[in-house]
């Protein structure tokens, strides 16, 4: 028997891809999570033995250093996620974010908890006409990266001989997952094209390095399976560079993807104005050199998967406010 994974946020979009690549690998999982978004994506594991499932926040001190004392590894996912939700709730990002991550981290320290694997994003870049790589500077535009700096930062700073943190700089993630999000700029673009046969798109000329979901989850393995002096206190942009996109060429994938699955032309509409600030390229070349890590999902598959899922009908409504992580909000209403 392996030893317990925590999986802090193991509810969430990637949490819950996450938990099961672990389980399928034979590691007993604990799930720590307050479900904003509702508890269907982890109902399955109600009865299995393999699974302890923890309802509770992050931000309650007693609670979460309670949780941790049957964990060998931990990894930390659960926060205020994207920058509209941390725009809506400045505070309750602060705490979740920063000051809670803060405080899981010294716990595991002083707990022995040696294997801390924390997400982070490649938001941190904000902005940048290179391709940037882990040295490059930071440049956050929204204040949902800005918590994530800091954290990097103060987990950074306890790398010790018993602590051996791990920073994943992830890209913007797609595809289908148990607990979806359509406010990801490929769920949102396959979305769109299924419920009103078009792409909206604004701006276009931002690059943005995308990852499937199930392929960050395989980066969350490789890294908890990894010898600890190589990822010991380590941060890594995890995807891949031949995924670093324009947001235009994302839409050309997705509209020519639908219009193959629908039989219908789905026209893409480009406005010149973007709400959106952020425009980076990434290299993902050390976590490839150093943990040998290479993506085996695209965007057209994706896209095709998330098709098939609101066309079948397990996904009723995809304009629910539970799908959009701005609205903090828990109702589901699926088949099934
Ligand atoms: N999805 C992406 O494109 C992406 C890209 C880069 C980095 N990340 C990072 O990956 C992690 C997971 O993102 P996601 O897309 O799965 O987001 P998500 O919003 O789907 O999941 C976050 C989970 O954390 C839980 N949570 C939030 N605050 C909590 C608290 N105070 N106490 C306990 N649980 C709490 C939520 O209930 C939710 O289940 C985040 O840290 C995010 O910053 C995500």
Not at 70 to 94: F, H, K, W
Not at 101 to 126: D, E, P
Not at 135 to 154: F, G, R
Request: charged share 25%.
């Amino acid at each position: 028997m392996k030893n317990t994974v925590l999986v802090i946020g193991g509810a969430g979009y990637l949490g819950s891809v996450l938990v099961d690549k672990l389980l399928e690998r034979k590691y007993p999982v604990t799930i720590l999570d307050s479900f904003i978004y509702g508890k269907r994506s982890i109902e399955k594991y109600c009865n299995d033995s393999r699974v302890e499932i923890v309802e509770g926040d992050i931000r309650n001190i007693e609670l979460v250093n309670a949780v941790m004392n049957n964990a060998s590894s931990v990894i930390l996912l659960a926060a205020v996620v994207g920058d509209p939700a941390s725009a809506s709730r400045p505070e309750q990002t602060v705490e979740t974010n920063y000051l809670a991550s803060q405080m899981i981290a010294s716990a595991c320290r002083l707990k022995g908890k040696n294997r801390f694997i924390y997400a982070s994003t490649c938001s941190v870049y904000g902005i940048g006409n290179k391709t940037l790589d882990e040295s490059a500077p930071l440049n956050p535009v929204s204040l949902y990266a800005k918590t994530k700096i800091s954290s990097e930062q103060s987990i950074l700073q306890l790398v010790d001989n018993n602590f051996s943190p791990t920073i994943m700089r992830m890209s913007t993630l797609y595809g289908f997952s148990p607990r979806m999000r359509f406010d990801l700029v490929v769920n949102t673009m396959t979305m769109t094209a299924y419920a009103e046969n078009r792409i909206n798109v604004f701006g276009g000329e931002q690059w943005r390095p995308l990852m499937h979901v199930k392929d960050a989850a395989d980066a969350y393995i490789k890294v908890l399976e990894a010898d600890i002096d190589i990822i010991k206190g380590k941060v890594y942009n995890v995807g891949s560079e031949e995924q670093n996109y324009k947001i235009k060429e994302v839409s050309e994938i997705i509209g020519k993807t639908i219009s193959k699955s629908a039989g219908r032309d789905v026209p893409v509409n480009i406005e010149k104005t973007s709400m959106d600030a952020r425009d980076y390229r990434v290299s993902f070349k050390k976590i490839r050199d150093e943990l040998n890590f290479h993506v085996t999902h695209t965007i057209d598959e994706a896209a095709k998967e998330i098709y098939d899922s609101l066309k079948s009908g397990i996904i009723k409504d995809p304009k629910q406010k539970v799908y959009y992580n701005h609205y903090f909000d828990a109702s589901e209403d699926l088949i099934g």
